[in-house]
Structures are given as C-alpha cells and as structure tokens.
C-alpha cells in the first residue's frame, strides 16, 4: 500500500522534531518538511502555493510562537498575531488544496482559569481565562473555533488536540522564555556548577501541573491520524501523572544533583491554580501516555549534556 503524505508544520520544534523521530522507519508515512527559510508561514500566499503543489494526505500544525508565563507577558502582542496568522493560513489554505485530514495543536491554556479538575473538553468557554497567557489561549481557541467552523462547511476532519504541558527534546532551554521545565533544568543544572546555594522559583510552588513528553504526544498524534475516523473533533491528550510545581522542583534538583536549597518567589505569578486533562475520551481508543516524569526529564537531561545544550 502507497504510504500517505503527511506534512509535519514546524518539524524543527519541540513537537515537530518528536514526529519526526516518530516517523523514522513507518511504511505508512512519507514526511515533508520545510524550513522557515524554505517556506515562510506567515505568507498566506506561499503557504497556499506549496500545499498545492504538494497535495499532502495528511497535515499536523505543530509550528508557532511558545512559552512560558515570562514570554507570554513580555511578547504579548507577538504571540497572538504570529499565531494567529500561522494557524489561519495552513487551516484555510489546507482546505482550499482539498485537504481532508489535518490536526491543529491547542493548548490547556484555552480552558478557563477556575476549570473543575480534571479538564474535560466540553469545559471551554465556560469561564474566564488565566490572564497571564490570555493572548496565546485566545488564538488557540480561535484555531479550534476555525477548525470546527470549516468542518461544518467543508466537510474536513480537522481535529484540534489539547496537550498537557509539554517538555522533552529541543525543547528550549532560553533563560528567560522557557517553559517551567527547561528552564528548571537550565537553572539547577547553573547552580551545581556554579556551587550556588540556592535555586530561586517562581510563586508560591503550590500549583499543580500535568505534564507530558513530547515523544509521546507525537505518538498520540499519529496514533490519531490512524484511529480518529471523525470521533471526535476536540481531544485532550495527557500523561495521567500530575505534580505541584514544588514537587517537580525536588524531582528536578534531585535529577540534576543540585544539592542547595529552593526559594519560591511569592511576588512572581502563579499561573493557572489546577491544570489536569479529562484523558477519558483518548484512552477509549486505547491510547495512553508509556513515559513517566522522572523518566521523561532524566532523558532530556541526559539530551542537554550529551549535546552541550547547557554550558559546563
């Protein structure tokens, strides 16, 4: 059987490079790729012209602007306009090349800030939003508004996936705009050679936060594509695991091998208090996440040293 094309947007990213290590060696699939210098998504017209000309069978969005609650706030405008453009011009240009197939990344910031624990699908847009990432949770909710919308009309199998926090390989580790674990790695691991004698987090360390490794949302993902058949629309893909960030900051330094102590910084924000997916309609299909925490940060922190991501 001819394998399918599947256009894999922003392959050189957290979740895009995890599919494509996914995809190494499956006969199903045959992966195009381009990068930002090849193709440059936020120009409709060139985005329409390659998936035209490429007529892909499948397409998964993983490319966009990402990070933590200090990225969110310092590059708010950035976040919501490279997003939105991004997303608009693959979804609506997807649909104008004949593109039945395609997978949209969300995010569990696009539930409300209050949601009841754990997070199911049909709590969107029944409260407020955490106003720390309102920009980015706004453009998410659009994106899946946008898929929907075009199923009804154009009869597409758009699905929109809402992860549970992700980390795992290439993820980015920049000091100020990481999310909550690359940038823990990066600040334990500064410490222990640095011989500091303390760890600073942010707020007050009681927030709780479920997490999952890249590689297994791109198994997810692709476990998607071969299973969904219009199940469903809207799906929350997570790890099951859920740990206060306290909690994380020991599993960390304890990976690490920092042997100072934590500080937590009240005067930094929290974030969201609870963010736990509703898995159940995923592991209905049979799905659940292979990789657990401290497995999951033991490998990218043994990534980061073997390829010198962090200085020694």
């Not at 409260?127 to 075009?150: D, F, H, Q, R």
């Amino acid at each position: 059987m001819k394998p399918k094309t599947l256009y894999i947007a922003g392959h050189t990213g957290l979740v895009g490079s995890a599919l494509l290590r996914r995809t190494i060696g499956d006969t199903n699939y045959s992966i195009i790729t381009r990068t930002r210098a090849e193709l440059d998504l936020m120009n409709s017209e060139s985005v329409g012209q390659f998936l035209q000309r490429e007529q892909p069978d499948r397409v998964i969005i993983a490319a966009g602007r990402v990070g933590g609650i200090s990225a969110n706030q310092t590059y708010s405008g950035e976040f919501i306009h490279q997003n939105l453009t991004i997303q608009n011009n693959l979804i609506h240009q997807a649909m104008k090349a004949g593109i039945k197939s395609l997978i949209f990344l969300g995010s569990s910031c696009m539930y409300p800030k209050h949601c009841p624990q754990p997070m199911s699908e049909n709590s969107l847009l029944t409260g407020v939003l955490e106003e720390t990432n309102l920009p980015y949770a706004i453009a998410k909710l659009s994106g899946w508004a946008m898929c929907l919308a075009y199923n009804q009309q154009y009869g597409t199998n758009y699905i929109t996936v809402i992860p549970a926090n992700l980390y795992g390989i290439n993820d980015n580790f920049h000091p100020q705009d990481s999310h909550v674990i690359p940038g823990m790695i990066r600040r334990f691991h500064e410490a222990k050679i640095n011989d500091a004698k303390k760890v600073i987090i942010w707020g007050t360390g009681k927030p709780k936060r479920e997490f999952l490794l890249s590689d297994d949302l791109a198994d997810a993902l692709i476990f998607l594509l071969d299973h969904n058949h219009n199940s469903s629309q809207l799906i929350n893909i997570g790890s099951g695991e859920e740990v206060s960030i306290a909690e994380l900051a020991e599993i960390i330094k304890e990976i690490v091998g920092f042997e100072g102590r934590l500080v937590f910084d009240t005067d930094k924000p929290d974030g969201m208090p609870l963010k736990r997916l509703d898995n159940s309609q995923i592991e209905k299909l049979a799905w659940s996440a292979q990789t657990s925490l401290a497995e999951g940060i033991k490998k990218v922190y043994r990534w980061c040293l073997d390829g010198r991501i962090l200085k020694e």
